[in-house]
Nanobody, 118 residues
Framework: QAQLVESGGGLVQAGGSLNLSCVAS????????MGWYRQAPGKRRELVAT???????DYPDSVKGRFTISRDNTKKMVSLQMNSLKPEDTAVYSC????????????WGSGTQVTVSS
């Protein structure tokens, strides 16, 4: 069974930065598009960033210009650099692996808490 393990969350003041990492085990990482999602209490899960197998990234307007997603296929790792953090960025951040080569299930990590204080 594949695992995705996130790290790097924590408490930071508004305007600060955090770098989240997600390391995958057992899957053929290059077969998967990777994404970061977040969910704040009482709110629906929200897509934060995606990156294709080939490295093309995309972001919603809410984080564009502040967040950067990257991947290292040799390390089976996807990262999310978050700058200029705002209190509204507070949420549990989870990574997702979506298979795009052949067939197979998606995988989710258990999440890491990011708290931005004002």
């Amino acid at each position: 069974q594949a695992q995705l393990v996130e790290s790097g969350g924590g408490l930071v003041q508004a305007g600060g930065s955090l770098n989240l990492s997600c390391v995958a085990s057992t899957i053929t990482f290059s077969y998967y598009a990777m994404g970061w999602y977040r969910q704040a209490p009482g709110k629906r899960r929200e897509l934060v960033a995606t990156i294709t197998n080939g490295g093309t990234s995309d972001y919603p307007d809410s984080v564009k210009g502040r967040f950067t997603i990257s991947r290292d296929n040799t390390k089976k790792m996807v990262s999310l650099q978050m700058n200029s953090l705002k209190p509204e960025d507070t949420a549990v951040y989870s990574c997702n692996a979506r298979r795009t080569v052949g067939y197979g299930q998606d995988y989710w990590g258990s999440g890491t808490q990011v708290t931005v204080s004002s």
